[in-house]
Every structure is written in structure tokens, then in C-alpha cells.
């Protein structure tokens, strides 16, 4: 174990860049737009339902204007099978609108901006800045990122804007974006929500969960 936290995570994130040269954005988009709502769509889904589901939805839908003229009947039933449409529905005209009326129908830059966008919360503006305009503007925080990083003692909290702030904190800014892509693919990989795979895990002799997972 490294007990310095600072130091820990400068080797996790050694060891996961090595194990993990491919990792990126799971969400298929072609820009920021797009990515705006595939990363709502993604919220309690999965990343491949939501491809399936924008494969067909960006062919039909080509920017904000498009959402806004649908019926909401009409978009409910086009993006259903990502769970919790209604609520998505209204989340993606509301952005739509307002990209339309405040922005020039673009997606803005900055964190501020992001966040007044209809059920925008600082996970979707840090994907969109990240992965869409390369900016760092903190770090994304999912279930993978939020389960591991309590697992590899970098957080103590639950709630993810907290858990945010404390790997801003460790995370050079230079990894901002990358780290939590890492994290995902650890998660998906080895580091399971059920069974944690830790006799495979490459940061199992620095992680201070190991032994609450394998037994003597
Ligand atoms: S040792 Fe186990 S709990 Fe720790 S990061 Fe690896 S898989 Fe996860």
C-alpha cells in the first residue's frame, strides 16, 4: 500500500494507462451535439443501448431544432428503450430550446453555461467539454468512478459533485479527462460492482480493498 493518497494515485493512474491504451467515450457521436444527448440518454443505461438507440435517433434528429419541432409523444417513443423517457424527453426539448434561443443552436463552452441547459448536471457538461472540446473542466464522475474510487480509498463521500472535488484534488489536470475513461474500463473489466476480479486487478498491492475481497 502507498499511504500517501497524492502518491497512490499517481500509480494507479501509471498502472491503468498501461493497461487501458484504448480507452475513450463508450458514446458514439460525430460532435458535441450529439454527444449532449447521448450523454443524457445514457443516464441509469447502458452505454451500447444508448448507441443502439442513437444510431437510428441521430439520422433522424440532426440538430436542436429537430428535437424542438417533435411532438413529445413522438421523441418519448424514439428514445423509450433507454429507460426514464419522459423525464429524458423533457430534459432534451428543454436543452434543445434553449441551445436555440440563448446560444445560436451550438453547445457552449464553459461549465456555467452547460449547467443552464435543461437537466444538464456537471457529469454531462464535463463528458461534453471533455470528450466533444478536449477541456478539462473536471472530472466525470459515474457509478464505475464513483464505486472505485471508494474502493481505492481516493474518497470517502458518496455524493458525486463531492466525490468531484476530492479528485480534483489528486488527479493532475492533465488527466482529467482520461482518468475517469481508466476508471470505467477498470470497472467494466475487473473492478465489477459484485465480484471485483482482485487476483487479476493490476493495482491489487495498492488498493486498501483487497483484503475485504480475498480472503487469506
Ligand atoms: S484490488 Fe479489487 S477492489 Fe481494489 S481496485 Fe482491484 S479489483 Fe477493485
Known amino acids: 500500500m502507498i499511504p500517501d493518497k497524492k502518491k497512490r494515485t499517481a500509480e494507479i493512474i501509471k498502472r491503468l494507462k498501461k493497461a487501458y491504451p484504448d480507452a475513450h467515450c463508450a458514446l458514439n457521436h460525430t460532435n ?3 454527444l449532449l444527448i447521448a450523454t443524457i440518454l445514457s443516464a441509469q443505461c447502458t452505454d451500447e443501448r444508448v448507441n443502439i438507440v442513437t444510431a437510428t435517433l441521430f439520422r433522424k434528429y440532426l440538430g436542436p431544432q429537430d428535437y424542438v419541432d417533435a ?6 417513443n424514439d428514445i423509450r428503450s433507454t429507460g426514464f423517457f419522459r423525464n429524458k424527453t423533457k430534459s432534451i426539448k428543454a436543452a434543445s430550446a434553449r441551445l436555440l ?5 451550438e453547445v457552449p463552452k464553459t461549465m456555467g453555461e452547460l449547467l443552464t441547459l435543461g437537466g444538464v448536471a456537471r457529469k454531462t457538461a464535463n463528458v461534453v467539454l471533455g470528450n466533444a472540446f478536449g477541456i478539462a473542466s473536471g472530472v466525470v464522475v459515474d457509478t464505475h468512478v464513483s464505486r472505485l474510487s471508494q474502493r481505492l480509498g481516493l474518497t470517502k463521500n458518496e455524493n458525486a459533485d ?3 472535488k476530492d479528485l480534483t484534488e489528486l488527479v493532475p489536470k492533465k488527466h482529467w479527462i482520461m482518468f475517469p475513461h481508466w476508471m470505467i474500463f477498470h470497472g467494466r473489466q475487473i473492478c465489477i460492482a459484485r465480484k471485483p476480479r482482485c487476483t487479476k486487478c493490476v493495482l491489487a498491492d495498492i488498493c486498501p480493498s483487497y483484503k475485504l475481497f480475498v480472503q487469506p
Open 71 to 76: 411532438t413529445t409523444e413522438e421523441l418519448e
Open 162 to 164: 463531492k466525490i468531484e
Open 101 to 105: 434561443e440563448v446560444y445560436g443552436g
Open 32 to 34: 458535441a451535439f450529439e
